[in-house]
């Protein structure tokens, strides 16, 4: 399963994931689950990295979510984890990791695994990271373009629809 991608090392990301019911064959979610819940085990892995990071319940590593939607970054060492809602989106819990997950230096993505507890069918995250930021609607992240619409004051200068005149906005 692979999410929206994000920018290398933006932060005050909020991951939604659907985790499902090994017990039942319907592809039902698995609700009510914690951050209290046995067993619980949630591990980070960017592809350049040798050695995981795993929070678990049983370390006292992953705590609640306060507000859901709204990130609060976790205490050091330790991830956030909240079920969103069992009867709108059964199965749908919120993860919020620290920003350092994010920005690990040349990381092309992030995996994140969820397991451990009874019935829940392990879950994998693959989170694509790129140096384009796809939410910067001017310039895509990319400093070295302008910061300003093409043909705009200061933007990149366009060609008009005949190809035969410069438009420049001073």
Do not use: M
Request: proline share 3%; glycine share 8%.
């Amino acid at each position: 399963l692979i999410l929206i991608s994000y920018k290398r090392g933006q932060g005050s990301i909020v991951l939604r994931v659907k985790v499902l019911n090994s017990s039942v064959s319907t592809g039902a979610g698995l609700t009510g689950l914690t951050s209290a819940s046995s067993g619980l085990k949630i591990s980070t892995i960017a592809d350049n990295e040798a050695t995981a990071v795993t929070y678990t319940q049983a370390g006292s590593l992953i705590e609640t979510i306060t507000t859901l939607g709204t990130y609060a970054a976790p205490t050091a060492t330790k991830c956030r984890f909240k079920e969103l809602d069992s009867s709108g989106h059964p199965g749908v819990y919120e993860i919020q990791l620290a920003d350092a997950r994010f920005a690990v230096a040349s990381a092309k993505s992030l995996l994140v695994s969820i397991s451990g507890v009874t019935n829940l069918a392990e879950t994998d995250v693959c989170i694509p990271l790129r140096d384009i930021d796809p939410y910067d609607s001017v310039r895509a992240g990319l400093t070295a373009l302008p910061n300003a619409a093409a043909a705009a004051a200061n933007g990149l200068w366009i060609l008009d629809q005949s190809a035969t005149t410069l438009l420049v906005n001073d």
